[in-house]
């Protein structure tokens, strides 16, 4: 599974951004999807995951200001953050997994990431 993420580049503290994830045919409907992401220096970790029962689920410092949504139609998932901060700032990486533990262990499908930098 091959998993292209784009759209990152340089905002100002507050403001806005739209990932895109383009992926293979029917993969949403195969895995669970995630946005992870890992600033400079940092361990890896998580953004958002959509299950397969599509719930989707949220880190504690993207709960109310990003979104993650899928469009089939489009074979692309998207992750919108708004009220960027600084801290946001990381690569960011779309993947898709098997199982929540495997993602977190880094198996499975895991695209190049995107440079989000979010200037104060």
């Known amino acids: 599974v091959q998993l292209q993420a784009s759209g990152g580049g340089l905002v100002q503290a507050g403001g806005s951004l739209r990932l895109s994830c383009a992926a293979p045919e029917r993969t949403f409907s195969t895995y669970i999807m995630a946005w992870f992401r890992q600033a400079p220096g940092k361990e890896r970790e998580y953004v958002a995951f959509v299950d397969y029962d599509r719930k989707k689920y949220y880190s504690e410092s993207a709960k109310g200001r990003f979104t993650i949504s899928t469009e089939a139609a489009k074979n692309t998932m998207f992750l919108e953050m708004n009220s960027l901060k600084p801290e946001d700032t990381a690569v960011y990486y779309c993947?898709?997994?098997?199982?929540?533990?495997?993602?977190?262990?880094?198996?499975?499908?895991w695209g190049k990431g995107t440079l989000v930098t979010v200037s104060s």
């Open positions: 993947a898709a997994g098997s199982s929540w533990s495997r993602l977190q262990a880094g198996f499975d499908y």
